[in-house]
């Protein structure tokens, strides 16, 4: 077990076999619009008021990051915050390094938008965040002038960064499916003089293109023939402080949605879920599956499509999920995995090569849970594929590692809600980072976390 925190503070949870969920599911913000909400208002001239913002430890991180970098966040209420921004270029250097505890898109895009002022910052945070590698993100900046030192060819944190002092726009072709090195270039690409034009092959979500745009920065997409887009950015920007919506997040509507598939029995409506399409890969592919999930209501809000979700119970069967759908559905493919363990055949998830750097090797961690409750599967170089053991197949009585990762642990209890016998997650405080209302959401559903 890696823990930041002594073992002693680990706090262990079994979910046990439950009675048909049933009820409203109401999940919190999204974290990718509220880092971004937080981040963009403390680049802007002027107030950004946000409302719907996620309370999470890792929104919470990046927030306290901002303050030292000279911004003003002050929350008025759960969830109404309001940003008062130094304008692009106006972060000064923070007294103290910058402790960004579980978050990764916290701490990446926030190198990013500090890489084109001549400021200097120590780039820190928990042992899952220091294990994963910066220089998928710091090298690409390194055009802008960027200068680092970390640990080691991965620029681990610690990291200290030194932003460049008059910029200039720069051509990138980011081969890496991710939208947290996108978005830290197009944040550096703000205080560089000139366009800059960002090639990427896959299409990431794209909640920074929309929302720098809604702040008034001059920024174009446009889809490439072969697969792919170009954006454009030009610089120096000046943003505005606006007012923003944030939606509720897909990727922690993933628990109780599967729970509701996987519980015979149930019915769960989950409210005003953002529908961005390059979110949407896994109720795409548990449609595929089978799953009996209603989308009504679809409607427009902060600029996000959303809907409300009807979620009955379901017979699954399993399904072969394209490779070109993993960066929709990136952070959903370890629920997807419990999923599958309940399917009837085999689920083939291909393409998961990204998984192995989330917050902690995902393929390894869903795959030591799977083998620790009696499902069995296989690795292919990069592809998971689960033997579905059907409805009432799914034996469960082990422990799972959690490894730091709020997902692994989510994860697993959502299969202890219908394996035979109890599932046991070795931590769940990491759950906080992203979703603390969590465990109460759920058992108000009727699940059975104890
Ligand atoms: C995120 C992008 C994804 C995702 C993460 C949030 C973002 O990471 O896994 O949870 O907000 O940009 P990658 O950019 O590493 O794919």
Redesign the pocket.
């Known amino acids: 077990m890696t823990h930041t925190q002594s073992p002693e503070d680990a706090r262990p949870l079994a979910a046990r076999k439950s009675p048909p969920l049933a009820g409203v599911a109401a999940v919190p913000g999204d ?2 619009i509220s ?2 909400a937080l981040i963009l208002g403390a680049l802007a001239e002027g107030e950004t008021r946000i409302s719907g913002l996620l309370e999470s430890g890792d929104v919470h991180s990046t927030a306290a990051a901002l303050r030292g970098l000279g911004a003003g966040l002050t929350q008025e209420a759960p969830g109404i915050w309001r940003v008062v921004g130094t304008g692009v270029g106006g972060w000064k250097s923070p007294a103290q390094p910058l402790d960004f505890g579980n978050s ?2 916290g701490s ?2 926030v190198m990013g938008a500090m890489a084109t002022t001549p400021i200097t910052a120590v780039f820190t945070g928990d042992a899952s965040l220091r294990s994963r590698p910066m220089a998928r993100v710091v090298e690409p900046l390194l055009a802008f002038g960027l200068t680092y030192e970390g640990q080691g060819p991965k620029a681990l944190m610690p990291l200290t960064l030194h932003g460049a002092g008059g910029a200039q726009a720069v051509e990138v072709h980011v081969k ?8 830290a270039l197009l944040l550096a690409a703000l205080n560089a003089a000139g366009t800059t034009r960002i090639r990427q092959d896959v299409l ?2 794209d ?2 293109e929309k929302m720098l745009k809604a702040f008034g920065a001059d920024i174009t997409v446009t889809p490439l023939a072969e697969g792919g887009e170009v954006i454009c950015l030009t610089g120096p920007a000046r943003l505005t402080g606006c007012a923003v919506e944030v939606p509720r997040d897909p ?1 922690s509507a993933a628990f109780p949605l599967v729970a509701a598939l996987i519980v015979p029995g149930s019915r769960v409506e989950l409210p005003a879920i953002l529908l961005n399409p390059r979110r949407t890969g896994l109720i795409e592919t548990l449609l595929e599956m089978g799953a009996d999930i209603r989308i009504q209501n679809r409607r427009t809000s902060g600029g996000e499509e959303i809907g409300d979700l009807i979620v009955h119970h379901s017979r699954l069967k399993g399904v072969t999920v394209p490779a070109s759908r993993s ?1 929709s559905m ?2 959903e493919y370890p629920v997807l995995a419990v999923a599958a363990s309940f399917a009837v055949g085999e689920t083939r998830m291909l393409g998961l090569e ?1 998984l192995r ?2 917050e902690s090797d995902r393929l390894a961690a869903v795959a030591a849970g799977l083998a620790a409750n009696g499902v069995p599967h296989t690795i292919e170089k990069d592809d998971l594929i689960v033997h579905g053991l059907g409805p009432d197949g799914v034996p469960g009585g082990g422990t799972v590692a959690t490894h730091m990762d709020h997902r692994i642990a989510m994860s697993f209890l959502t299969m202890g809600l219908a394996s035979q016998k109890p599932v046991t997650v070795d931590d769940v405080t990491m759950i906080a980072t992203s979703f603390p209302e969590y465990m109460d959401l759920m058992k108000g559903l009727g699940a059975v976390l104890e």
Do not use: F, N, P, Y
Request: charged fraction near 30%; proline fraction near 0%.
């Open positions: 974290k990718s880092q971004r990764g898109t990446r895009l890496t499916a991710s939208a947290q090195v996108k978005s990431t979500r909640h920074s990727s960066a990136i952070d990204e750097v989330k």
